[in-house]
Protein backbone atom coordinates (compact mmCIF):
# COMPACT_ATOMS: atom_id res chain seq x y z
CA UNK A 1 0.00 0.00 0.00
CA UNK A 2 1.41 3.58 -0.89
CA UNK A 3 -0.42 5.96 1.54
CA UNK A 4 1.50 9.05 -0.53
CA UNK A 5 -1.54 8.17 -3.05
CA UNK A 6 -3.70 9.95 -0.61
CA UNK A 7 -1.57 12.90 0.80
CA UNK A 8 -2.43 14.99 -2.27
CA UNK A 9 -5.83 14.82 -2.42
CA UNK A 10 -6.62 15.45 0.95
CA UNK A 11 -4.97 18.60 1.38
CA UNK A 12 -8.40 20.30 0.29
CA UNK A 13 -11.05 21.87 2.55
CA UNK A 14 -13.73 19.77 4.59
CA UNK A 15 -16.35 19.95 2.68
CA UNK A 16 -20.34 18.84 3.83
CA UNK A 17 -21.84 16.83 1.69
CA UNK A 18 -23.71 18.59 -1.20
CA UNK A 19 -26.15 16.38 -2.05
CA UNK A 20 -27.63 13.52 -2.09
CA UNK A 21 -26.66 11.59 -5.14
CA UNK A 22 -26.22 7.79 -5.42
CA UNK A 23 -25.02 6.96 -8.70
CA UNK A 24 -27.58 4.64 -10.75
CA UNK A 25 -25.90 1.07 -12.08
CA UNK A 26 -23.38 1.32 -14.79
CA UNK A 27 -26.03 -0.20 -16.83
CA UNK A 28 -27.83 2.46 -16.10
CA UNK A 29 -25.96 5.45 -16.81
CA UNK A 30 -23.52 5.02 -14.15
CA UNK A 31 -21.19 7.83 -12.19
CA UNK A 32 -21.52 11.12 -13.27
CA UNK A 33 -18.81 12.30 -14.48
CA UNK A 34 -16.18 15.56 -14.08
CA UNK A 35 -12.81 14.73 -15.48
CA UNK A 36 -12.45 18.24 -17.31
CA UNK A 37 -10.46 20.67 -15.25
CA UNK A 38 -13.23 22.95 -15.08
CA UNK A 39 -15.33 20.58 -13.94
CA UNK A 40 -13.46 18.85 -11.61
CA UNK A 41 -12.29 22.41 -9.95
CA UNK A 42 -16.50 23.13 -9.81
CA UNK A 43 -18.07 20.18 -9.16
CA UNK A 44 -15.88 18.18 -7.14
CA UNK A 45 -13.70 20.67 -5.75
CA UNK A 46 -10.27 19.49 -6.81
CA UNK A 47 -7.53 20.28 -8.90
CA UNK A 48 -7.24 18.00 -11.66
CA UNK A 49 -3.20 18.67 -11.70
CA UNK A 50 -2.50 17.22 -8.16
CA UNK A 51 -4.15 13.91 -9.88
CA UNK A 52 -2.15 13.08 -12.44
CA UNK A 53 1.70 12.61 -10.27
CA UNK A 54 -0.55 10.09 -8.33
CA UNK A 55 -1.80 8.13 -11.48
CA UNK A 56 1.77 8.38 -12.90
CA UNK A 57 3.28 6.40 -9.73
CA UNK A 58 0.45 4.08 -9.59
CA UNK A 59 1.14 2.92 -13.37
CA UNK A 60 5.24 2.36 -12.69
CA UNK A 61 4.36 0.60 -9.38
CA UNK A 62 2.99 -2.41 -11.15
CA UNK A 63 2.45 -4.23 -14.66
CA UNK A 64 -1.24 -3.61 -14.18
CA UNK A 65 -3.86 -1.36 -12.20
CA UNK A 66 -5.41 2.26 -12.32
CA UNK A 67 -7.02 4.71 -10.20
CA UNK A 68 -10.13 5.95 -9.58
CA UNK A 69 -11.21 8.92 -7.75
CA UNK A 70 -14.84 10.42 -6.36
CA UNK A 71 -15.33 13.43 -4.73
CA UNK A 72 -18.55 15.06 -3.92
CA UNK A 73 -20.22 11.96 -6.04
CA UNK A 74 -18.07 12.79 -8.86
CA UNK A 75 -16.17 10.66 -11.10
CA UNK A 76 -13.26 13.04 -11.30
CA UNK A 77 -10.29 10.34 -12.48
CA UNK A 78 -10.88 6.73 -14.08
CA UNK A 79 -7.56 5.45 -15.74
CA UNK A 80 -6.31 1.73 -16.32
CA UNK A 81 -3.44 0.39 -17.62
CA UNK A 82 -2.01 -3.22 -18.45
CA UNK A 83 -4.94 -6.23 -18.27
CA UNK A 84 -7.32 -3.80 -15.78
CA UNK A 85 -10.31 -2.30 -17.17
CA UNK A 86 -13.62 -0.69 -15.79
CA UNK A 87 -15.63 -4.17 -16.45
CA UNK A 88 -12.36 -6.95 -15.33
CA UNK A 89 -12.98 -8.77 -12.38
CA UNK A 90 -9.45 -8.85 -10.99
CA UNK A 91 -8.53 -11.18 -7.62
CA UNK A 92 -8.74 -7.96 -5.05
CA UNK A 93 -6.67 -9.74 -2.82
CA UNK A 94 -6.78 -8.66 1.03
CA UNK A 95 -8.73 -5.85 -0.02
CA UNK A 96 -11.83 -8.14 0.10
CA UNK A 97 -11.51 -8.08 3.82
CA UNK A 98 -12.83 -5.25 4.37
CA UNK A 99 -16.39 -6.71 2.63
CA UNK A 100 -15.92 -9.32 5.33
CA UNK A 101 -16.00 -6.93 8.08
CA UNK A 102 -18.82 -4.57 6.76
CA UNK A 103 -21.16 -8.46 6.28
CA UNK A 104 -20.59 -8.70 9.77
CA UNK A 105 -20.72 -5.25 11.25
CA UNK A 106 -24.52 -5.93 9.05
CA UNK A 107 -24.90 -9.27 10.73
CA UNK A 108 -24.24 -7.99 14.15
CA UNK A 109 -27.54 -5.23 13.76
CA UNK A 110 -29.41 -7.67 11.58
CA UNK A 111 -28.94 -10.58 13.89
CA UNK A 112 -28.35 -8.75 17.40
CA UNK A 113 -31.03 -11.47 19.18
CA UNK A 114 -28.19 -14.02 17.93
CA UNK A 115 -25.31 -12.24 19.40
CA UNK A 116 -26.19 -9.90 22.10
CA UNK A 117 -23.14 -9.40 23.24
CA UNK A 118 -21.76 -7.64 19.72
CA UNK A 119 -18.26 -7.91 18.71
CA UNK A 120 -17.45 -8.85 22.82
CA UNK A 121 -19.30 -12.39 21.84
CA UNK A 122 -16.98 -15.26 22.55
CA UNK A 123 -17.63 -17.19 18.95
CA UNK A 124 -15.96 -20.66 20.18
CA UNK A 125 -19.06 -22.27 20.91
CA UNK A 126 -21.13 -25.32 19.56
CA UNK A 127 -23.53 -22.21 18.87
CA UNK A 128 -21.52 -20.53 16.71
CA UNK A 129 -18.49 -22.20 15.58
CA UNK A 130 -19.35 -26.22 15.95
CA UNK A 131 -16.69 -26.54 12.80
CA UNK A 132 -14.11 -25.77 15.90
CA UNK A 133 -14.76 -28.63 18.06
CA UNK A 134 -12.99 -30.15 19.85
CA UNK A 135 -10.61 -27.31 19.92
CA UNK A 136 -7.32 -27.77 19.91
CA UNK A 137 -6.22 -25.01 22.33
CA UNK A 138 -8.37 -24.56 25.34
CA UNK A 139 -7.31 -20.50 25.05
CA UNK A 140 -9.75 -20.22 21.68
CA UNK A 141 -12.57 -20.57 23.98
CA UNK A 142 -12.07 -17.16 25.16
CA UNK A 143 -11.66 -15.59 21.82
CA UNK A 144 -14.39 -12.97 20.60
CA UNK A 145 -15.43 -11.55 17.29
CA UNK A 146 -13.93 -8.51 17.76
CA UNK A 147 -10.85 -10.07 18.18
CA UNK A 148 -11.36 -11.77 15.16
CA UNK A 149 -11.88 -8.94 13.12
CA UNK A 150 -8.79 -6.88 14.53
CA UNK A 151 -6.50 -9.79 14.36
CA UNK A 152 -5.70 -9.95 17.95
CA UNK A 153 -7.21 -13.25 18.41
CA UNK A 154 -3.55 -14.90 19.17
CA UNK A 155 -4.00 -16.31 15.57
CA UNK A 156 -0.32 -16.85 13.78
CA UNK A 157 0.79 -14.39 11.58
CA UNK A 158 1.24 -15.31 8.23
CA UNK A 159 3.85 -15.51 5.89
CA UNK A 160 7.46 -16.32 6.00
CA UNK A 161 8.86 -13.77 8.24
CA UNK A 162 5.45 -13.20 10.37
CA UNK A 163 5.75 -10.96 12.96
CA UNK A 164 3.34 -9.91 16.38
CA UNK A 165 3.15 -6.67 18.27
CA UNK A 166 2.43 -5.97 21.30
CA UNK A 167 1.29 -2.41 22.80
CA UNK A 168 4.00 -0.65 25.23
CA UNK A 169 6.92 -3.17 23.26
CA UNK A 170 9.06 -0.77 20.91
CA UNK A 171 10.06 -3.62 18.08
CA UNK A 172 7.43 -6.36 16.65
CA UNK A 173 8.54 -10.03 17.78
CA UNK A 174 9.48 -11.84 15.03
CA UNK A 175 7.53 -15.41 14.82
CA UNK A 176 8.49 -18.38 12.94
CA UNK A 177 6.39 -19.53 9.93
CA UNK A 178 3.81 -21.81 10.68
CA UNK A 179 1.10 -23.61 8.35
CA UNK A 180 -1.39 -21.56 7.10
CA UNK A 181 -4.41 -21.44 5.48
CA UNK A 182 -5.49 -24.35 2.42
CA UNK A 183 -7.69 -23.49 -0.12
CA UNK A 184 -8.99 -27.16 -0.42
CA UNK A 185 -9.47 -27.48 2.94
CA UNK A 186 -10.28 -23.89 4.14
CA UNK A 187 -12.60 -23.76 7.01
CA UNK A 188 -10.41 -26.95 9.00
CA UNK A 189 -7.25 -25.25 8.17
CA UNK A 190 -8.11 -21.37 9.27
CA UNK A 191 -9.62 -22.71 12.66
CA UNK A 192 -6.29 -25.32 12.98
CA UNK A 193 -3.79 -22.31 12.70
CA UNK A 194 -1.70 -22.12 16.14
CA UNK A 195 -1.83 -18.97 18.81
CA UNK A 196 1.12 -17.05 18.94
CA UNK A 197 -0.17 -15.40 22.45
CA UNK A 198 -3.12 -15.21 24.47
CA UNK A 199 -6.47 -13.84 22.92
CA UNK A 200 -6.32 -9.90 22.82
CA UNK A 201 -2.42 -9.59 24.13
CA UNK A 202 -1.15 -9.10 20.79
CA UNK A 203 -1.81 -8.30 17.02
CA UNK A 204 -0.29 -10.07 14.12
CA UNK A 205 -1.54 -9.79 10.76
CA UNK A 206 -3.71 -13.53 10.04
CA UNK A 207 -5.89 -14.35 7.38
CA UNK A 208 -7.18 -17.08 9.11
CA UNK A 209 -9.24 -14.78 11.57
CA UNK A 210 -11.51 -13.12 9.06
CA UNK A 211 -12.04 -16.37 7.39
CA UNK A 212 -13.24 -18.01 10.84
CA UNK A 213 -15.51 -14.63 11.13
CA UNK A 214 -17.13 -15.37 7.91
CA UNK A 215 -17.82 -18.98 8.87
CA UNK A 216 -19.74 -17.20 11.85
CA UNK A 217 -21.70 -15.31 9.71
CA UNK A 218 -22.30 -18.14 8.13
CA UNK A 219 -23.30 -20.16 11.36
CA UNK A 220 -25.52 -17.42 12.20
CA UNK A 221 -27.56 -15.96 9.23
CA UNK A 222 -27.43 -19.42 7.39
CA UNK A 223 -26.27 -18.16 4.35
CA UNK A 224 -22.66 -17.89 2.72
CA UNK A 225 -20.68 -14.79 2.60
CA UNK A 226 -20.86 -14.12 -0.79
CA UNK A 227 -24.89 -14.40 -0.78
CA UNK A 228 -25.02 -12.15 2.04
CA UNK A 229 -22.57 -9.52 0.72
CA UNK A 230 -24.92 -9.53 -2.46
CA UNK A 231 -28.36 -9.48 -0.88
CA UNK A 232 -27.39 -6.61 1.49
CA UNK A 233 -24.95 -4.62 -0.81
CA UNK A 234 -24.31 -5.75 -3.92
CA UNK A 235 -28.21 -5.28 -5.19
CA UNK A 236 -29.19 -2.33 -3.57
CA UNK A 237 -25.93 -0.56 -4.80
CA UNK A 238 -26.46 -2.31 -8.82
CA UNK A 239 -23.02 -3.90 -8.66
CA UNK A 240 -22.27 -5.27 -12.31
CA UNK A 241 -20.93 -9.45 -12.07
CA UNK A 242 -18.96 -10.07 -9.38
CA UNK A 243 -17.87 -13.30 -7.09
CA UNK A 244 -14.84 -14.61 -4.79
CA UNK A 245 -12.33 -16.05 -6.63
CA UNK A 246 -13.51 -19.58 -5.68
CA UNK A 247 -12.03 -21.71 -8.86
CA UNK A 248 -8.22 -22.98 -8.48
CA UNK A 249 -8.30 -25.30 -12.52
CA UNK A 250 -10.59 -28.11 -11.68
CA UNK A 251 -11.08 -27.53 -7.81
CA UNK A 252 -13.89 -25.57 -6.77
CA UNK A 253 -14.16 -23.83 -3.02
CA UNK A 254 -16.88 -24.48 -1.28
CA UNK A 255 -17.20 -20.90 0.70
CA UNK A 256 -16.03 -17.97 -0.32
CA UNK A 257 -12.57 -16.88 1.99
CA UNK A 258 -13.49 -14.10 4.28
CA UNK A 259 -9.82 -13.55 3.96
CA UNK A 260 -10.34 -11.91 0.80
CA UNK A 261 -10.25 -12.30 -3.29
CA UNK A 262 -13.29 -10.86 -3.83
CA UNK A 263 -13.57 -9.47 -7.77
CA UNK A 264 -15.77 -6.22 -8.69
CA UNK A 265 -15.74 -3.84 -11.17
CA UNK A 266 -13.53 -0.81 -10.24
CA UNK A 267 -16.60 1.10 -10.14
CA UNK A 268 -18.40 -0.96 -8.11
CA UNK A 269 -15.66 -0.80 -5.44
CA UNK A 270 -16.23 2.69 -5.22
CA UNK A 271 -19.89 2.01 -4.88
CA UNK A 272 -19.21 0.07 -1.48
CA UNK A 273 -16.73 3.00 -0.35
CA UNK A 274 -19.24 5.58 -1.42
CA UNK A 275 -21.61 3.89 0.98
CA UNK A 276 -19.02 3.97 3.72
CA UNK A 277 -18.21 7.42 3.17
CA UNK A 278 -22.08 8.39 3.59
CA UNK A 279 -22.85 6.86 6.81
CA UNK A 280 -23.75 3.09 5.05
CA UNK A 281 -26.79 5.14 3.53
CA UNK A 282 -27.66 4.47 -0.20
CA UNK A 283 -30.50 6.65 -1.27
CA UNK A 284 -33.53 5.79 1.25
CA UNK A 285 -31.88 3.07 2.85
CA UNK A 286 -29.44 2.35 5.49
CA UNK A 287 -27.43 -0.86 4.57
CA UNK A 288 -24.43 -0.51 7.02
CA UNK A 289 -25.25 0.59 10.74
CA UNK A 290 -23.09 3.79 10.95
CA UNK A 291 -21.96 3.25 14.50
CA UNK A 292 -20.08 -0.15 12.99
CA UNK A 293 -18.17 2.36 10.40
CA UNK A 294 -17.06 4.50 12.97
CA UNK A 295 -15.82 1.68 14.86
CA UNK A 296 -13.45 0.85 11.73
CA UNK A 297 -12.10 4.59 11.89
CA UNK A 298 -10.62 4.78 15.35
CA UNK A 299 -8.86 2.46 17.71
CA UNK A 300 -10.78 -0.32 18.95
CA UNK A 301 -10.76 -1.87 22.14
CA UNK A 302 -9.97 -4.87 20.87
CA UNK A 303 -6.59 -3.65 19.02
CA UNK A 304 -4.64 -1.34 21.76
CA UNK A 305 -1.71 -2.41 20.08
CA UNK A 306 -1.50 -1.20 16.17
CA UNK A 307 -3.91 0.85 14.17
CA UNK A 308 -6.30 -1.39 12.55
CA UNK A 309 -9.53 -2.00 13.51
CA UNK A 310 -12.39 -4.32 12.07
CA UNK A 311 -10.05 -5.17 9.02
CA UNK A 312 -9.26 -1.84 8.40
CA UNK A 313 -6.31 0.46 8.55
CA UNK A 314 -7.10 3.94 9.99
CA UNK A 315 -5.65 7.64 11.02
CA UNK A 316 -6.88 7.89 14.54
CA UNK A 317 -3.43 8.88 15.70
CA UNK A 318 -2.87 11.06 12.65
CA UNK A 319 0.35 9.07 11.67
CA UNK A 320 -0.12 9.75 7.86
CA UNK A 321 0.43 13.06 8.23
CA UNK A 322 -1.32 15.41 6.06
CA UNK A 323 -3.74 12.91 5.80
CA UNK A 324 -7.58 13.67 7.58
CA UNK A 325 -7.91 11.35 10.92
CA UNK A 326 -11.03 10.23 9.75
CA UNK A 327 -9.49 8.07 6.88
CA UNK A 328 -9.13 4.84 7.00
CA UNK A 329 -8.08 2.24 4.04
CA UNK A 330 -7.78 -1.57 3.50
CA UNK A 331 -5.07 -2.79 1.02
CA UNK A 332 -4.24 -6.00 -0.77
CA UNK A 333 -1.84 -7.59 -2.25
CA UNK A 334 -0.18 -6.87 -5.56
CA UNK A 335 -1.09 -3.05 -4.75
CA UNK A 336 -4.42 -2.85 -4.53
CA UNK A 337 -6.22 -0.23 -1.71
CA UNK A 338 -9.36 1.53 -1.19
CA UNK A 339 -9.33 4.74 0.57
CA UNK A 340 -12.60 5.84 2.21
CA UNK A 341 -12.38 9.84 3.78
CA UNK A 342 -16.00 10.54 4.67
CA UNK A 343 -14.82 14.08 5.77
CA UNK A 344 -13.72 15.17 2.38
CA UNK A 345 -16.26 12.69 0.77
CA UNK A 346 -13.13 11.36 -1.21
CA UNK A 347 -13.58 7.73 -2.61
CA UNK A 348 -10.26 6.31 -3.87
CA UNK A 349 -9.41 2.94 -5.32
CA UNK A 350 -6.26 1.80 -6.37
CA UNK A 351 -6.07 -1.01 -8.72
CA UNK A 352 -2.68 -2.89 -9.07
CA UNK A 353 -1.93 -6.95 -9.53
CA UNK A 354 0.08 -9.50 -10.98
CA UNK A 355 -0.92 -10.92 -14.48
CA UNK A 356 -2.29 -14.34 -12.56
CA UNK A 357 -4.74 -11.80 -10.75
CA UNK A 358 -6.08 -10.95 -13.85
CA UNK A 359 -7.09 -14.44 -14.78
CA UNK A 360 -10.62 -15.10 -15.47
CA UNK A 361 -10.29 -18.71 -14.55
CA UNK A 362 -10.52 -17.76 -11.11
CA UNK A 363 -14.25 -16.51 -10.97
CA UNK A 364 -15.29 -17.98 -14.43
CA UNK A 365 -17.04 -14.49 -15.31
CA UNK A 366 -16.07 -13.15 -18.87
CA UNK A 367 -13.65 -10.70 -19.32
CA UNK A 368 -13.67 -7.87 -21.55
Partial sequence: MRLS?????????????????????????????????????DLAGMDLSQLEPAYILTERSTA?????VVRKGHLCLERYFGRASRNCNPDMASTGKAFCSIACGIMLE??????PDGLNTRVFTETYLPQAFPLDDPRKANITLGQLLCMTAGYWGEGQSPTGYVKGQDLPKPLKPVKGQDIRNLDESSLRVPLWCDPGTGYSYSSPSPHIASIVLRNVTGMELKDFIDERLAKPQGWGAWDYCLHRGDFVMP?????????????????FGYCLARDGKWRDRQLVPPDYIHKCQTWSPDNPH??????????????????PRDAFWKSGAGGFC???VPSLDLVIY????????YDPTLTRIPQP
Fill in 5 to 41: LILPLCLLPLIIHADDYFPPSDAEGGWREAKTVEACR
Fill in 255 to 271: HANGAGSTALHATDVLR
Fill in 338 to 340: LYV
Fill in 350 to 357: KLGGKTGQ
Fill in 110 to 115: EFHDKL
Fill in 64 to 68: HGGLL
Fill in 306 to 323: TPFSLQWEHNADGHVAGA
